[in-house]
């Protein structure tokens, strides 16, 4: 299924952009969430992940104390709030869903792509030096 990124765009260093993560079709409650990214030249790697309960949540290093990834079941919405950004941060940002990952760790793991029932198209961050 399809999932929709918004909330990029061009921000200075040390400046916030809070990304979303919606279903076309429903509210993918029952999903394990992740964000990942991928810059020019670089492998594509886990940003931060949540569970389908929201209980458990996952960061990769680089963005620990930076991030921070919720979910609103509510709305079906899944959020990533990115504050203290920095120009390595710059990628374009997908969401996934995945329905039999259970841990927020194994959801980020980007070598469980073929478990993945939905991606994405991206949405571009850019951050200014």
């Known amino acids: 299924f399809q999932l929709v990124e918004s909330g990029g765009g061009l921000v200075q260093t040390g400046g916030s952009l809070r990304l979303s993560c919606t279903a076309s079709?429903?509210?993918?409650?029952?999903?394990?969430v992740g964000w990942f990214r991928q810059a020019p030249g670089k492998e594509r790697e886990g940003v931060s992940c949540?569970?389908?309960?929201?209980?458990?949540?996952y960061y990769g290093d680089s963005v620990k104390g930076r991030f921070t990834v919720t979910r609103d079941k509510t709305r079906g919405t899944v959020y990533l709030q990115m504050n203290n950004l920095k120009p390595d941060d710059q990628a374009e940002y997908y969401c996934?869903?995945?329905?039999?990952?259970?841990?927020?760790?194994?959801?980020?793991?980007?070598?469980?792509?073929?478990?993945?029932?939905?991606w994405g198209q991206g949405t571009q961050v850019f951050v200014s030096s």
């Open positions: 996934a869903a995945a329905r039999t990952i259970t841990t927020a760790q194994d959801m980020c793991l980007v070598d469980h792509i073929l478990m993945f029932d939905g």
């Open positions: 079709l429903f509210s993918f409650k029952n999903y394990a």
């Open positions: 949540i569970s389908s309960s929201g209980d458990d949540s």
